[in-house]
């Protein structure tokens, strides 16, 4: 693996870099809640959306600007939506109905379209299971039905993958992981890219925007969900998320190398069994090298025989902190049965990749050396005797 200098160039010395007002370096923290107009005419062209300008910090906001143009040059998407979204299980109240694939394939989905799929969404690599989706043909199967494909790249970060590029019309992140890469701020960015035809006759919710054409859900989630609804950014977490993404290249780059020097030191283990995409035992081995570039992104997972010993192996680690996070600098790691899914139904686990004994680690920077030293330690530490080295895995 190579660095990739456009990416990192790009990314430092990119449009963004050069927007602020007084030439600043970085992004200033406009800390305000609302912003001074001198006639009352110019701040209601603003609310007619005849002039561009600030006015309430919930509706846009220069700090936030920033960073969403950061992430827009990155993506490559027109216009862009600052804040968290919702569960599915809330939009089940609001009347919205998903309907769940365990493997997001053009055999699994195209069966379930009908008059009524408003759109397809799915994660690029899904956290933890690490099933990597095909964007081209899950996409070219989503314009035929005339509905958008929606992807979480959180996992892969524009580092690894642009969807957009890849025939997706809707790019979401939590920036609260690698973007961010500090762990230091909660966020969300939606990337409209522009392209997608809306229906207005299937996309109703759309309808008042039809002017906008293209742009409509983008208009839409800025003048009228984003200010109605509250997923607002702090500008605060805007700039803290900006600065973490000036070593997005390096961290990814340095967290993909150590996950692929981890994983392939643990497969050499008895008694555990690896997760990770540039393993070839991996499902997903031939599409992570087609669609990810050759990266296995910064998760792996293992399963260990039981809990009780995924509990032991945690316990002794020395590096990786245990936290309900990724995309940190740190290592993190969790036994995600007894946390993040703690409310789902066996089969719900299941189709996440899931079990009793799995532990999923969110590699971080440290030197690689150190953590297989600290992983093999803690692994080898925790067995109990000889038939530890047969656990069987089902
Ligand atoms: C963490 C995560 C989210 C949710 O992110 P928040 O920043 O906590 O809202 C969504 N998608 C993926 C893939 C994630 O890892």
């Known amino acids: 693996m190579e660095y990739d200098c456009g990416f990192n160039t790009k990314l430092l010395h990119g449009k963004t870099s050069k927007s602020f007002p007084n030439r600043e370096i970085l992004p200033p923290i406009s800390q305000v809640t609302a912003f001074r107009y001198d006639s009352m005419e110019e701040l209601e062209r603003v609310f007619l959306h005849k ?11 220069p700090t936030i600007t920033a960073f969403e143009q950061r992430i827009q040059e990155l993506e490559g998407g027109n216009c862009l939506y600052g804040g968290t979204i919702g569960l599915f299980h809330d939009l089940e109240k609001w009347g ?3 309907v769940y694939v365990k493997d997001l394939t053009e055999e699994t989905v195209k069966p379930l379209i009908n008059a009524h799929t408003k759109a397809i969404f799915g994660e690029l690599i899904s956290n933890p299971s690490l099933k990597v989706m095909n964007v081209p043909s899950i996409s070219r199967l989503a314009h035929e039905a005339g509905i958008p494909l929606i992807v979480d790249s959180t996992t892969a970060t524009p580092f690894i993958a642009r969807p957009l590029e890849l025939g997706a019309d809707i790019v979401i992140h939590s920036t609260s992981k690698y973007l961010n890469g500090g762990g230091n701020s909660i966020g969300g960015v939606i990337v409209d890219g522009g392209t997608f035809r809306w229906n207005f006759e299937k996309h109703t919710a759309l309808r008042e925007f039809k002017k906008f054409g293209k742009l409509a859900l ?7 969900t984003w200010e109605n609804l509250g997923g607002c950014m702090a500008p605060m977490n805007a700039f803290l998320s900006y600065i973490g993404t000036d070593t997005l290249g390096l961290r990814m780059q340095r967290i993909c190398e150590n996950a692929d020097r981890l994983a392939h030191a643990l497969d050499q283990m008895k008694g555990i069994q690896v997760s990770y995409l540039t393993l070839p035992s991996h499902p997903c081995y031939e599409e992570a090298k087609d669609i990810l570039d050759g990266y296995g ?21 020395k590096y990786a902190c245990i936290a309900s996070n990724i995309g940190d ?4 790691v969790i036994h995600p049965a007894s946390t993040l899914y703690i409310q789902a139904s066996k089969e719900e686990m299941q189709a996440a990749g899931v079990y009793e004994d799995t532990v999923r680690v969110s590699v971080g920077i440290e030197s690689a050396d150190d953590l297989i030293a600290d992983f093999t330690e803690a692994i080898n530490n925790s067995r109990e005797g000889k038939e530890d ?6």
């Open 297 to 317: 992104g910064g998760i792996l997972s293992f399963r260990a025989g039981s809990k009780e010993r995924a509990f032991r192996i945690i316990n002794s680690l």
């Open 96 to 98: 919205i109905h998903i």
């Open 51 to 61: 002039s561009m300008g600030y006015a309430y910090s919930r509706i846009g906001n």
């Open 218 to 224: 983008s208009v839409r989630l800025r003048t009228d």
């Open 389 to 394: 080295e047969n656990y069987s895995f089902r």
């Open 329 to 332: 600098v740190r290592t993190l």
